[in-house]
């Protein structure tokens, strides 16, 4: 999790953004007698591995390297030396499933027709997967209960495209289950990519990485849905170096909320008090869902908080709509003890020619008085044509009912006037940049990070929406990103 500050933290809004960061993590870090399976070709093998699988990530073989470490321990020092020579530069894969130990998993063709009998594997057509011991193997035929999965089929597109890229390239795959099992409680956060299989290259000194995600199981998805051709990168490189401020850690975008905020809001224990407290009823979580958000993450050099979180919303409605919700947030801030000021517009003689009105709040502690957040909203009158996804028609023209409420946590709100926000191609509906390596040094990321995460310095992503497409909800998307990694330092 991001931390504001080593005293106080906002989970909410920057949970789902660390999550997002875990898809570079993600991509880095990753009895006694023998069982065969009934025979089948290496695409069903691994297939029905897949299918049984937490994450499974491929990698290439490098034999001026020694021995990767799970080769070693699963083998041997001398027969995962031998094995690693005959490799070359083949592929071979690792895979978890709920038990949280790595399996090692090998073409069959490397397979030497006598081996030591303490080895836990299991011969499963064109591959052989090998546990730690026998335990394990005896875990993985309960998985593998019912032998080879039947092929996929042509109309299985998504399927047969993870398969092709664990196939035949450096490449990740997770399921809903690995996704909790890294994310914990945190998972709500993440369901635009609760499955995914992406492939991975090095180019230069960056780590590239583009594939399909999907909230639900890639094979539930229509015939008619197809990869997305790789995008231009150059695009991800002038989203972020544009116009961008010294003091930015993180740079969101999206056309709709409801990608990174969605299924939380829909959680039980979120949308009870949402409707209870403050009025939020269904229908008003499905516009909040829609609106377009633009959220930063901005360092601050002095005061009580790290950074703070400024973050802009589209609102169906305006003012009008929504300043009752904003009203009872007031007055359970005013029963805490919090303070509320209101500041108004610069240059603007009276309350009535005011365009936006900004409202601060603070607290006062040991004498020393810091502002916490607030908020503000801009009405315009004018027409606008905003791109969002064009599949929601409420998105498409923005004048005073549909007004911008711009909110903060950590500081007051900046002063960014203009409509609309964001701006994104109705097909790229979300755009994240980071620095981890500024985030690492202010102590705002937590847990066992890959080393070059923690070095990098820019992390850009993006979704985009798959060929074949239509209009209503999503639930596949193309995902692309890189990852700038640090040069080494000269001696």
């Not at 015939?223 to 695009?235: C, G, T, V």
């Not at 992390?459 to 990103?481: F, I, N, R, V």
């Amino acid at each position: 999790m991001l931390r504001l500050s080593r005293r106080i933290r906002f989970p909410v809004s920057i949970a789902g953004i660390a999550l997002f960061l875990s898809i570079p993590a993600l991509v880095l870090a990753f009895m006694a007698q023998r069982g065969t399976l009934r025979s089948a070709d290496s695409n069903s093998s691994l297939h029905s591995v897949i299918a049984r699988m937490n994450l499974l990530q491929s990698f290439r073989g490098d034999p001026r390297r020694d021995p990767p470490r799970l080769w070693r321990e699963r083998l041997g020092m001398k027969l995962a030396s031998d094995l690693w020579s005959r490799q070359g530069r083949g592929l071979w894969w690792q895979a978890w499933s709920d038990d949280g130990a790595g399996y090692l998993i090998l073409p069959s063709r490397l397979w030497p027709s006598k081996t030591s009998s303490r080895l836990a594997e299991v011969h499963l057509g064109g591959i052989v997967v090998i546990g730690v011991d026998g335990l394990h193997r005896q875990q993985l035929l309960k998985i593998l209960d019912g032998g080879i999965s039947e092929p996929i089929s042509k109309e299985q597109r998504l399927q047969r495209f993870c398969l092709s890229q664990l196939l035949h390239k450096p490449a990740v795959m997770w399921s809903a289950e690995g996704l909790a099992a890294i994310s914990g409680s945190l998972v709500p956060l993440l369901q635009v990519a609760r499955v995914g299989c992406l492939s991975l290259e090095i180019k230069g000194s960056s780590l590239h990485w583009q594939g399909v995600v999907g909230s639900r199981s890639f094979s539930s998805a229509p015939s008619r849905l197809r990869p997305k051709p790789q995008a231009r990168f150059a695009d991800l490189l002038s989203f972020s170096s544009k116009n961008r401020p010294d003091d930015l850690l993180l740079s969101l975008k999206s056309t709709r909320s409801d990608l990174l905020f969605g299924s939380l809001l829909s959680r039980r224990i979120i949308r009870d008090p949402l409707e209870t407290d403050y009025g939020l009823t269904q229908k008003d979580r499905l516009k909040l869902g829609l609106a377009p958000l633009d959220l930063m993450l901005m360092e601050k050099r002095d005061g009580r908080y790290q950074a703070s979180i400024q973050m802009q919303m589209l609102l169906a409605g305006g003012a009008p709509r929504w300043s009752p919700v904003l009203d009872a947030v007031s007055a359970r801030l005013q029963e805490r003890g919090f303070d509320q000021s209101t500041v108004p517009e610069s240059g603007v003689k009276s309350p009535a020619q005011a365009s936006s009105r900004t409202t601060i709040w603070s607290r006062t502690d040991a004498g020393k008085t810091a502002v916490v957040g607030g908020w503000t909203w801009h009405h315009s009158k004018t027409n606008q044509n905003h791109k969002t996804n064009q599949n929601h028609k409420t998105n498409q023209n923005h004048n005073s009912l549909h007004n911008r409420l711009d909110l903060s946590l950590g500081a007051a709100p900046l002063s960014r006037p203009g409509l609309p926000t964001p701006q994104l191609a109705a097909d790229t509906p979300l755009r994240l940049w980071a620095d981890p390596s500024r985030l690492e040094k202010l102590g705002m990321l937590s847990g066992n990070w890959p080393a070059p995460v923690q070095k990098a310095q820019q992390l850009q992503l993006q979704l985009s929406e798959l060929q074949g497409s239509e209009t209503g909800s999503q639930s596949w998307w193309w995902m692309q990103g890189q990852l700038s990694l640090a040069q080494p330092e000269t001696p």
